[in-house]
């Protein structure tokens, strides 16, 4: 049984039999701003659907990266350690230290349901934080791919933060993605106009 909680920007709730994950936490009140360097920044427009402190449990946090307040926000970052892990990049993990498990694009990791549900593979998949060589500017990312015992309709896939670049179609032909979250958008760097994410 899979069921999907939207909070807002990047963040959901997912709950796959008795696992609880939330994606990329950002729980700041309306209001924030937020910048990213070289003239780019955000503002939060909306209060996530449910606060942070009313969630409950969870098991873990799927973090396609830390290094951008719209998707780690310091109301998100509070509620780290008290996840049972964080998967996120390797660089992030290292950043993060303490509950945090670094993946590379690829490769798995396992999450075990605390009420003997159904383990769920995690598998990191390839992101892009923008256009060609924009790694060094940008960061890394990552999106997940979710697979259970008894999984109906082709696996889970969560893209992160990406373009559409190579990567994202190999997803599409390794495994057979029945339901997708995606993360929308269109932020662009004012002097170059090329797109950050989709």
Known sequence: MLTITYIGGPT???EVGG???LTDPTFDAAGRHYNFGLGTSSDKLQDPAIAADAL??????LL????HDDNL???GRALL???GQVIVTPSGARRLGGNANGLEPWASTTLTAPDGGPDVKVTATPA????????PLVGEVIGFLLEWEGQQHGAFWISGDTVYFSGVAEVGRRFDVGTAL???GGVRFGITARRVTR
């Open 81 to 83: 350690p008290s996840a």
């Open 56 to 61: 409950g449990r969870i098991d873990a946090v």
């Open 128 to 135: 892009r934080h923008g256009p060609p060589l924009s790694r």
């Open 64 to 67: 396609s990266h830390d290094q």
């Open 19 to 21: 696992l609880r994950l």
């Open 182 to 184: 995606i993360h929308l």
């Open 12 to 14: 959901a709730l997912i």
């Open 73 to 75: 926000d310091g109301a």
